[in-house]
């Protein structure tokens, strides 16, 4: 079992994500699931129509070098998702500051990353350049007031 | 010049910090090499074929005098003596050891200088043209708007992991000096019919072994919507783009499959989406920007004539000097391509002495080119004799700028890994079989380009002629092309048939050039020929 490293406070979600195909199939769907698990390939906008069902949406990757998943979670934030957000996979710590920048919220390594650790690298930087869906204000906005 | 304020410097400082974290744990082996390489490479650091390489960026080519000095010094420090500088506007190492590297990015933190995304799957430095701010052609400064992009670009936490490589270019003239349809992007601002400035966005050109020339994407996009419209174009890419195998994930790859036009609409959908977000910084920071680069106090009665009594200084003066907007001043091209020498490398002290110059004659300010020379942007015509002694006692008073000599060449077999031949003895020999200054002038303006393999960082598409270096059954073999461009006529070249020898390939050039100047018709340069004439009767010469 991966430990799941949370930055959020509701109660975790133990049911095992399905795959979209099975979760939007309009004969067989499974659209009374709570939670999702996103390839790198799957379109993300497909979950759009379910958000407020959706209590966790796991976003896989099986390699860190492949980036989809991190537009999938900034799309899903962008539309009003509030529910978990779950980096999954080979989810490395010096990818954690980006991953949380992007709307992510909880990981579960492959390979155990301390909660320490963890909190670290997302401090990773003192302030940020762009506006994305983590809430910082960028550094123009800084400028600007 | 863009000067840091308290926020740029501490993101360049937190890069530093994250790095030698980085390096220790790689060095104490909790890092596996597999796991460090795209974060060394996002630190422009390359294991090669003898020594780690280093790449530090120079943000759209531009540097003061006290970071140029800085890169000498550096060049002394960690590595042999000299630097090389790249067809990207930056500077490479190439006997870098992994130890000092932190110590080496911190060194150029103090002066305002970093390596960050100057390799890897992320978007890389912003190039431009190196007259930016003098061409007399240009409808504004354009390197605002690639800082505004670079500091978008930094860190960018969506576009990190990107299928492939991510190339901007901005240019604002329309005269194309930095080669901005063969750019992953390239934007071109212009005015619009109301006498705005809007942004052209050409997507999906490149080089590489599918060499294509951007289309035009985004016609005239809203100068404050110009950092939301590339978000647009990059997420579309690192949604689409192919990631199934590396040599088919560069965007081009994408835009060519599906289209321009659907390409377009993805992109047009995804803008007016991404336009609800308030991600554009606003006004008040590109003027923020554009204050720093205010022109600089020109001398308004300094004279606008040069005495040209002597000769040597002339040719230098027909070649290497370009008009400048402000009278009385100009564009000064050094060479950094002597005869036989290696094309774009610098000596520390070569390095340190066009920074004492910088300061002495150009505002302080240097350009670096993406044909591998240095330029000094702003120089009073009354100095341009002293500055050229100055240079021709040191070794960088080549007269050539333009010429067949003026070659631009990768690394090649004897630096990189990822080369098949080796690029730098034969622009040395091509160098020296046309030494002669006469010849050369005859000739006229001929770009010759080399890549010692398909990844094309020798722009050997691009060229009036251009070689490209393969592995034929373990042996160094050339081919030849002939009628690429890069510019306002931009057209990639054609092969011209089988391959040669390192030798064999210099007398082909040599070949091509004698058709030429047999063919050629009056004020014709050497590319207009070959359009004209087509490839057979160089091609009769060359093979018989």
């Given at each position: 079992m991966v430990d799941v490293l949370r930055y959020r406070t509701d109660e975790m979600v133990g049911d095992p994500g399905v795959t979209v195909d099975s979760f939007v199939d309009p004969v067989f769907g499974q659209t009374n699931a709570s939670a999702v698990r996103l390839e790198p390939g799957d379109d993300a906008r497909a979950?759009?129509?379910?958000?407020?069902?959706?209590?966790?949406?796991?976003?896989?990757?099986?390699?860190?070098?492949?980036g989809r998943g991190y537009s999938s979670a900034r799309i899903l934030r962008e539309a009003g998702y509030t529910?978990?957000?779950?980096?999954?996979?080979?989810?490395l710590i010096d990818q954690l500051s980006h991953m949380h920048r992007c709307g992510f919220d909880a990981f579960a390594p492959e390979h155990a990353?301390?909660?320490?650790?963890?909190?670290?690298?997302?401090?990773?930087?003192?302030?940020?350049?762009?506006?994305?869906?983590?809430g910082r204000q960028p550094i123009w906005a800084l400028r600007h007031g | 010049m863009y000067k840091y304020d308290n926020y740029d410097q501490q993101m360049v400082d937190a890069r530093v910090s994250e790095f030698r974290d980085q390096v220790a744990r790689r060095i104490a082996g909790t890092l596996t090499e597999d796991q460090f390489k795209p974060l060394r490479l996002k630190n422009g650091l390359y294991l090669q074929l003898h020594a780690y390489m280093l790449r530090v960026a120079i943000p759209y080519g531009t540097l003061?005098?006290?970071?140029?000095r800085l890169l000498g010094d550096i060049a002394d420090k960690y590595d042999r003596g000299y630097g090389h500088f790249t067809t990207r506007q930056n500077i490479q190492y190439n006997w870098i050891k992994l130890a000092d590297t932190p110590d080496i990015l911190a060194d150029l933190a103090k002066v305002e200088m970093h390596a960050i995304q100057t390799s890897g799957n992320c978007i890389r430095n912003i190039s431009s043209d190196q007259f930016a701010g003098a061409a007399a052609d240009e409808i504004v400064d354009p390197r605002p708007y690639a800082e505004l992009l670079r500091q978008w670009s930094s860190f960018h936490p969506e576009f990190d992991y990107l299928p492939r490589k991510f190339k901007i270019a901005v240019i604002a003239s329309e005269t194309d000096r930095a080669a901005m349809k063969l750019h992953d992007i390239g934007i071109r601002l212009r005015h619009d019919d109301a006498g705005a400035i809007v942004a052209d966005f050409y997507v999906g050109g490149g080089m590489g072994r599918t060499p294509m020339?951007?289309?035009?994407?985004?016609?005239?996009?809203?100068?404050?919507?110009?950092?939301?419209?590339?978000?647009?174009?990059?997420?579309?890419?690192?949604?689409?783009g192919r990631r199934d195998n590396k040599y088919k994930a560069r965007i081009k790859i994408l835009v060519h499959e599906i289209g321009a036009d659907s390409y377009r609409s993805?992109?047009?959908?995804?803008?007016?989406?991404?336009?609800?977000?308030?991600?554009?910084?606003?006004?008040?920071?590109?003027?923020?920007?554009?204050?720093?680069?205010?022109?600089?106090?020109f001398d308004t009665t300094a004279p606008d004539s040069v005495d040209r009594s002597d000769p040597d200084f002339a040719v230098w003066l027909d070649n290497n000097v370009h008009a400048h907007k402000q009278p009385g001043y100009a564009l000064v091209t050094i060479s950094l391509k002597p005869i036989g020498g290696i094309p774009g490398d610098a000596s520390a002290d070569q390095i340190r002495l066009m920074a004492d110059l910088a300061q002495k004659h150009s505002f302080d300010e240097l350009r670096v080119t993406h044909a591998q020379n240095i330029v000094l942007p702003h120089v009073k015509k009354a100095d341009l004799y002293a500055l050229w002694q100055m240079l021709e006692a040191n070794g960088l008073g080549t007269p050539n700028l333009d010429l067949i000599t003026d070659i631009i060449a990768c690394p090649g077999l004897d630096y990189c890994s990822l080369a098949n031949a080796r690029s730098i003895p034969l622009a040395q020999k091509i160098s020296q079989r046309f030494a002669d200054q006469g010849r050369q002038q005859d000739l006229g303006e001929l770009k010759l380009k080399i890549?010692?393999?398909?990844n094309a960082c020798g722009h050997h598409h691009a060229g009036h002629i251009g070689v490209l270096g393969v592995d034929r059954?373990?042996?160094?073999?050339?081919?030849?092309?002939?009628?690429?461009?890069?510019?306002?006529?931009?057209?990639?070249?054609?092969i011209t048939g089988p391959g040669f020898s390192e030798d064999g390939i210099v007398d082909a050039i040599e070949k091509a050039t004698e058709v030429y100047l047999v063919k050629r018709e009056n004020g014709e340069r050497f590319v207009d020929t070959y359009r004209r004439v087509g490839m057979a009767p160089f091609k009769e010469a060359i093979y018989g």
């Open positions: 979950l759009l129509p379910y958000l407020d069902r959706l209590a966790l949406v796991e976003v896989n990757f099986p390699a860190y070098g492949d529910g978990e957000l779950r980096a999954v996979g080979d989810v990353i301390t909660r320490e650790a963890a909190d670290k690298a997302i401090a990773t930087w003192p302030e940020v350049y762009q506006r994305t869906v983590d | 003061s005098g006290a970071q140029m020339i951007a289309p035009l994407i985004g016609d005239g996009i809203a100068i404050d919507h110009m950092v939301t419209y590339t978000e647009a174009a990059l997420r579309v890419y690192n949604r689409h993805q992109v047009e959908a995804e803008f007016a989406h991404l336009q609800t977000l308030e991600l554009e910084p606003p006004a008040a920071e590109l003027a923020r920007i554009q204050a720093m680069f205010v022109p600089p106090a890549s010692g393999c398909i059954k373990g042996v160094e073999n050339y081919q030849l092309s002939l009628g690429g461009s890069e510019g306002a006529d931009t057209s990639l070249g054609q």
